[in-house]
């Protein structure tokens, strides 16, 4: 998961740190400073295929897609519970080296009134007592009141193991923590990007608004040594901003972006293609190449590609890139757009006017945008 934005992203790369030093001691900032450190989380990166802003969106991607998809990552332990008994079904690997115990610490605030307070301290009993206790192991929780013996679904026959794990690592500080983030931001894939907008007729309004603020803050969390080229379309596809490394060129792509209208038709077939044959052109072997896709409705003027047929399909995967597709709004080809997505190993969306910010925002996440570092 994202380590911006996920404890399990952060204690991935934190447990890199631990294997790298050969330590199960706390790890501190001149711990994550090492060149070793470095170059093992640089080569850790390199084979990632994408982030997810959850572990549960992560699990849910495994399992609908299968092994062929995605048959690695780095999960809570009662996920593989919870939603792993399915075909085909998640086990837990323990790290050799160790790994961390997530815990969800509470405590009453000593600001709080009186009422509030005896409130609390009645929440927290009835959380470590026998019943909730029980509930949470359930639920694949570790219980944390010796009054409940660790057993099922904490079992073999569950994918789990009760006598794993043998080596905790302790929780570092906070500064440790923003170094490691910082670290994987540096040594993260970079991504080559091409963001394609429909800007046909029915897009005026309050929908070309929003997609060109929720556009502009896409672009501000996106990486310096990412790049990005930035499409157009409505009668014919357009190339905006052309293969730009966004660092030096970031304020002028935004610019861009703001100053786009809508008025046309929707050449979705054909400017999908287009977008794909410029990412076949720039991709490399040691970046992310991907394509997001925002369209409002059906396809009504493309000339070259009139289906997503065997012609188109093949133009679509020369790309190297996965495709991540929005159907924004009511109108929009959802069926279509969804099976470019799927075939290429993306993510289908479905969104409108109030969603397509937060959109956005999960497809920066995807990719390793920085949204949430340095909090």
């Known amino acids: ?94 790290p050799f080296e160790g790994t961390f115990m997530a815990t969800y610490p509470t405590c009453v605030r000593a600001n709080m009134d009186a009422e509030t307070t005896g ?60 170094a490691v983030q910082g670290l994987w931001q540096d040594q993260r894939r970079n991504v080559n990007l091409a963001l394609l907008l429909d800007v046909s007729g029915s897009m005026e309004g309050a929908k070309i608004e929003q997609v060109r603020l929720s556009a502009m803050e896409f672009v501000r969390q996106m990486g310096d040594d990412d790049r990005l080229t930035v499409i157009i379309f409505s009668d014919s596809p357009s190339i905006l901003v052309n293969n730009q490394v966004v660092g030096p060129n970031r304020e002028a792509i935004i610019a861009a972006v703001n100053g786009i209208q809508a008025g046309g038709g929707t050449s979705l077939y054909d400017s999908i293609a287009f977008a794909a044959q410029a990412l076949a052109q720039t991709r490399r072997p040691d970046e992310v190449n991907a394509m997001v896709v925002l369209s409002d409705g059906q396809d009504t003027v493309s000339a070259r590609f009139t289906s997503a047929d065997a012609a188109f399909t093949q133009v679509v995967a020369s790309s190297g890139a996965a495709v991540y597709t929005i159907a924004y709004g009511s109108d929009a080809d959802q069926g279509v757009l969804r099976s470019i997505a799927l075939a290429t190993d993306g993510i289908a969306y479905v969104g409108d006017v109030a969603t397509i910010g937060d959109i956005y925002a999960e ?13």
């Open 119 to 178: 409130a609390a301290e009645t929440f927290l009993a009835y959380l470590s007592d026998v019943p909730a206790q029980q509930r949470a192991l359930a639920n694949g929780l570790r219980p944390v009141n010796d009054a409940v013996p660790l057993g099922p679904p904490i079992a073999l026959e569950y994918g789990v193991d009760p006598a794993q794990p043998q080596q905790v690592f302790p929780i570092p500080d906070a500064e440790t923590v923003f």
């Open 1 to 94: 998961t994202h380590p911006g934005l996920s404890d399990s992203g952060v204690q991935t790369l934190l447990a890199l740190v631990h294997a790298a030093e050969s330590t199960t001691e706390t790890v501190t900032v001149a711990d994550v400073e090492n060149p070793v450190v470095r170059a093992s989380v640089g080569a850790f990166e390199g084979a990632v295929s994408w982030f997810a802003p959850t572990t549960r969106q992560l699990t849910t991607a495994m399992l609908d897609r299968g092994i062929s998809y995605l048959n690695a990552a780095v999960l809570y332990e009662n996920a593989v519970v919870t939603q792993g008994q399915r075909d085909p079904r998640l086990v837990a690997v323990y």
């Open 363 to 375: 497809i920066s996440a995807a990719f390793g945008g920085s949204l949430g570092i340095g909090r």
